[in-house]
């Protein structure tokens, strides 16, 4: 049996709760979670505690919210755990070398992809924007890289064809529990080999700014029904009506599909066939939930309900790289 290893989670956002609550149940101990300070939010912006935080303190785990883990008396504070081994999900901070090299056994991250494919700030997003197949969880020991550390465990599942990020997301999440145990177990006995990525396969991802959300009518259905699906709920894929009397709306597309018709029009042509339809720079996209301004979620048909589509309404065409 693999020795028990004194581990500190370092974890902010919720794709961290399943490994927290795996590592919790196993014979590591988790003696400390650090994660990120409580953040205003909400319509009175009051100060709100991370998932991992508010998941650590029903465990009856220590808690520890350093503005920045990479200050001399962050490092201090985790020198005296003296960690057999960190484990770092979705944190949110880069760390450095001083904090990188205190555990014994090293940092170890999971990560939402199956590196070196999509490094980076947004794996998630980024595997349904290219329409990958498959995706997967990996645990990695971690270096002064972008998601560069050599890898350790992995386990792959196949994205479904109407798969948003959120599912994905958290399908992902319970893949990193279901391996972050047997790599530690793996590290303490020794029988788990470090293997060096690929670099040459790698590809990198951003974080995700508010104007990647803006449709660019131009491009194919099939991209921009990936750009629904990978960005829902936020930033949100969004355009503008603009109706033949010159008027002008915003509109959120929170669901939509690619219809079977090759006949073509000028990109942002607007249709009431089969529900509402949009001319994209290659086929035709079926919106079916959509978020008006000023407006509630609704499907694409309740709103035709209320509004009357005539004929010169139009998508405006964005230019969105």
Not at 60 to 73: R, S, T
Not at 110 to 136: F, K
Not at 215 to 223: N, Q, R, T
Request: proline residues 7%; neutral net charge.
């Amino acid at each position: 049996m693999a020795s028990s290893l004194k581990t500190v989670f370092c974890g902010t956002g919720a794709f961290g709760l399943p490994a927290l609550r795996a590592l919790t149940a196993s014979a590591h101990r988790v003696t400390l979670v650090v994660t990120q300070p409580d953040r205003p939010a909400g319509r009175h912006r009051e100060l709100k505690p991370s998932p991992v935080k508010e998941l650590a303190l029903t465990l009856g785990i220590p808690v520890f919210q350093p503005e920045k883990l990479n200050h001399p008396d962050a490092i201090d504070r985790l020198r005296a755990e003296a960690p057999d081994v960190m484990v770092v999900v979705s944190y949110g901070q880069i760390l450095k070398k001083a904090v990188l090299g205190l555990p014994r056994l090293g940092c170890v991250n999971l990560h939402g992809s199956l590196l070196p494919r999509h490094r980076g700030a947004s794996p998630v997003q980024a595997a349904i924007l290219a329409g990958d197949p498959v995706s997967g969880t990996t645990s990695m020991i971690m270096d002064e890289g972008l998601d560069t550390g050599p890898a350790l465990i992995e386990r792959s599942t196949p994205i479904g064809p109407k798969e948003t990020a959120p599912e994905l997301h958290d399908r992902l999440a319970v893949l990193g529990g279901e391996i972050i145990v047997p790599t530690l177990d793996g590290l303490a006995d020794g029988s788990l080999v470090a293997r060096p990525q690929d670099g040459s396969a790698a590809t990198i991802c951003r974080v995700i700014e508010k104007e990647a959300g803006k449709i660019d009518w131009k491009l194919s259905a099939v991209d921009i029904e990936r750009r629904v699906r990978a960005y829902v709920p936020w930033p949100s894929a969004g355009c503008v009506m603009i109706g033949a009397d010159g008027g002008r709306i915003g509109l959120q597309i929170h669901e939509a599909e690619v219809v079977a018709d090759a006949t073509p029009a000028v990109p942002g042509t607007v249709r009431v066939r089969d529900g509402l339809e949009v001319a994209c720079g290659d086929g035709w996209l079926r919106l079916l939930r959509v978020k008006p301004d000023g407006k509630t979620l609704m499907t694409a048909d309740a709103w035709l309900r209320g509004r009357k589509i005539e004929h010169g309404d139009r998508m405006a065409v964005e230019e969105v790289s």
